[in-house]
């Protein structure tokens, strides 16, 4: 009788490419150091249709009878939550407020045009919806005979146990559970004159890296091509943006819609202090330098026609240590990622 093939723990950091053929259920993983295909790689229950990736490296998945947050290099590591409703489309964006692990957690997901949440504490029987109000954005001339609309969250980071989002050189918003949701925002002294360039238009993300709060600002031009990047730090003492020639010699990866995310560079043989950013539909990743934007272009090998390229990152591994009679409990660090234009 022949043996089962094993399955082959995925490697990561690695890109899960979303393919366009229809009849392709499952994503396709990409090394990120080959740039191929991960042959027989696979991370149980992952589909096109039922994933919604953290930055912290856990994947929210939801099954016909089960939700739970997924190890992507351990099947048998699951955190079990309630089920989330049907229908939620997989463009929103899912952050947690910590590790897992400590209590109250919040599961967050974030609808990407609709002005609404989705939370949940780890241990909740349900998940709780919420509509929120942050103002709106006016339009001049209007479109389709409306002269405003309401402003959603888009980009948004976890740190020190709050989200922020819609991180700009002028404001960051605020949201916080005490214990229901709570907005606020915080005005930034001193803005950057001119930070968004010479069109004031950019793809801006926030990334939590080691408790530290950072804004990447990739500017775009009148043909809507990046010709800029830059690192910002949030100062929150003095309430500002502090430019960032090093991010502590870790690697930040960026995705589709609004994900950043951080990683150990050393650990996972990743370029220092420099930016990840997939681009599905050419095929490729770029590396940018953070301290002068050199940037390298890394083709994928025989990759498919693809609607959306998510970074999966690895999540915090749980190491018991015994010492005498006392047992320890210590973190090791590691993270995920996707995409971000595409």
Same mark, same amino acid.
């Given at each position: ?64 009878t089960a939700t739970f947050l997924q ?135 926030? *990334? /939590?890296?080691?408790? =530290? ?5 990739? %500017?775009? @031009?009148?043909?809507?091509? +990046? !010709? ?86 690895? *999540? /915090?591994?749980?190491? =018991? ?5 006392? %047992?320890? @409990?210590?973190?090791?660090? +590691? !993270? ?7």
């Amino acid at each position: 009788m022949e043996n089962a093939s094993p399955v082959v723990s995925v490697p990561v950091p690695c890109l899960s490419m979303e393919q366009r053929d229809e009849s392709a259920d499952k994503p396709v993983l990409f090394s990120i150091s080959d740039k191929k295909a991960i042959i027989d790689g696979d991370i149980p229950g992952l589909t096109n249709a039922n994933a919604w990736f953290t930055p912290q490296g856990w994947i929210l998945l939801r099954l016909s009878t089960a939700t739970f947050l997924q190890n992507p290099q351990d099947s048998q590591d699951k955190i079990h939550l309630p089920h989330l409703p049907e229908g939620l489309s997989t463009r929103c964006s899912c952050q947690l407020s910590g590790k897992p692990s400590l209590p109250g957690c919040i599961v967050l997901v974030v609808e990407p045009i609709a002005t609404v949440i989705w939370y949940c504490r780890i241990g909740d029987d349900e998940w709780t919806r919420h509509e929120y109000d942050i103002g709106t954005l006016p339009f001049d001339p209007p479109i389709d005979g409306k002269d405003h609309d309401d402003v959603a969250i888009c980009q948004i980071a976890a740190c020190h146990g709050k989200f922020y989002f819609n991180g700009f050189f002028d404001t960051i918003g605020v949201l916080e559970f005490t214990p229901t949701p709570v907005f606020s925002s915080i005005e930034i002294v001193d803005p950057t004159p001119g930070g968004l360039g010479v069109t004031g238009a950019a793809h801006v993300y926030l *990334v /939590e890296s080691e408790d =530290e709060l950072y804004m990447v600002c990739l %500017r775009i @031009d009148y043909e809507f091509t +990046i !010709y800029d990047m830059t690192v910002h730090k949030m100062d929150f003492l003095s309430r500002q943006w502090r430019r960032a020639d090093e991010i502590g010699g870790r690697a930040f990866f960026l995705a589709p819609l609004y994900f950043g995310a951080s990683c150990s560079a050393d650990e996972y043989g990743l370029e220092k202090d420099s930016v990840y950013a997939s681009y599905a539909v050419d095929k490729c990743f770029e590396v940018s330098k953070v301290e002068d934007d050199e940037t390298e272009v890394h083709d994928l090998i025989d990759a498919p026609d693809s609607k959306r390229g998510m970074w999966i990152l690895p *999540v /915090e591994k749980k190491v =018991e240590m015994i010492r005498g009679s006392n %047992r320890c @409990d210590c973190y090791l660090q +590691i !993270y995920l990622w996707h995409s971000p234009i595409n």
